[in-house]
């Protein structure tokens, strides 16, 4: 027997396609608010201008290799390379243009495409700047471990072209140098391409909503207009049911049918003209033949077929005198 697949309450996947677009949407509009509003030139600001959440823009001239790989992963295996993250120059500038006592590094992430510029500014004499805008993130456990290491790395090459042994304090001082964030780079495509997903997911649900909705409604009308129920044996007056269809007048033992004396249309015991009566009230019943049998009277009476067709044939016996 196959198994039948059980419907999905567009109600829900209305609700589930909402979620998604909201979600999109906010951070779409966000990233679009932030891009073109002020933003921070991480070149010439002090280091304690730089927060998570700031919007920013750069022209890098100075990098120092990546420190991190992204790659995707199938079953522990690495399967490609997404992207980076690089080690860059900050607050390395005055407003002037002119070079800074001091300057503290910084992550970028950047995709795979993107590596040969800052393999550029990292390894080249003189190379082109780099120019970015994006929005400052705070480091994960997981990035600053990464980075922790690369800076201890950098720590130990420095010292072997000296000829010295790096202590505990060098390797504090070469981390206080860098800042516990990393810049994630935006492009127009990125915050666009969120703000139009999200808008056909947010029609989506719309339409699941409204195609829901008209649904029930014809539904309801279907329902109302089927039929109206009869209100059945709702209200028994001692002979027969008010508003069942039985006229409690002429209501006898046989279910209220009546009949009419086929040749002088009246009742025996009453010459009135078409008055309706029920024989079966005061019949008399022949137990050997079966057979119904009226009280005697003086009209002649000729054998007859009872009007219910299939329930067999009644004889009125006629008066003892016309034996």
């Known amino acids: ?6 419907k999905t309450n567009p109600i829900v996947t209305a609700l589930i396609f909402g979620i998604v ?9 966000r990233d679009f608010i932030g891009m073109h509003g002020e933003l921070l030139n991480v070149n ?4 304690s201008e730089i927060k998570a959440g700031t919007y920013i823009e ?3 001239t100075m990098g120092y290799g990546r420190y991190i790989e992204k790659t995707t992963t199938y079953n522990h295996i690495v399967t490609k390379t997404d992207g980076y993250y690089y080690l860059v120059d900050v607050c390395d500038k005055n407003v002037d243009g002119t070079a800074k006592d001091t300057a503290k590094w910084i992550g970028v992430s950047v995709r795979k495409a993107d590596a040969d510029k800052y393999e550029s500014i990292s390894y080249d004499e003189s190379p082109a700047p780099v120019s970015i805008k994006g929005v ?19 720590c130990d090459l420095y010292a072997r072209e000296y000829g010295i042994t790096p202590t505990e304090e060098d390797y504090a001082s ?12 935006k492009t127009d495509f990125e915050y666009m391409f969120n703000i139009g997903v999200g808008l056909i997911l947010l029609l989506v649900a719309i ?7 008209k649904k029930k409604r014809v539904a309801a009308s279907s329902y109302q207009g089927s039929g109206t129920a009869q209100n059945y044996n709702t209200d028994y007056n001692g002979t027969g049911y008010a508003g069942a269809g039985y006229d409690s007048s002429t209501f006898g033992t046989h279910g209220g049918s009546t009949y009419t004396d086929p040749i002088y249309n009246q009742q025996p015991d009453n010459p009135t003209a078409g ?14 033949q079966m057979n119904y049998s009226p009280e005697p009277n003086d009209a002649p009476q000729n054998p007859y077929t009872s009007g219910y067709g299939s329930s067999g044939n009644f004889s009125l016996k006629q008066d003892n005198q016309n034996k």
């Open 1 to 6: 027997m196959a198994r039948q697949r059980k």
């Open 21 to 29: 677009a909201f979600i999109l949407l906010f951070f779409g509009i």
């Open 44 to 47: 010439t600001c002090d280091p």
């Open 58 to 60: 750069a022209d890098l």
């Open 136 to 154: 400052v993130k705070a480091n994960t456990s997981k990035i600053q471990g990464f980075l922790d290491d690369y800076l201890e790395s950098y």
């Open 174 to 185: 070469i981390k206080a140098e860098a800042l516990p964030y990393y810049i994630e780079v």
């Open 207 to 213: 339409i699941f909503v409204v195609v829901s909705a």
């Open 275 to 288: 008055t309706q009566y029920n024989p079966y009230a005061s019949a008399e019943i022949d137990s050997q």
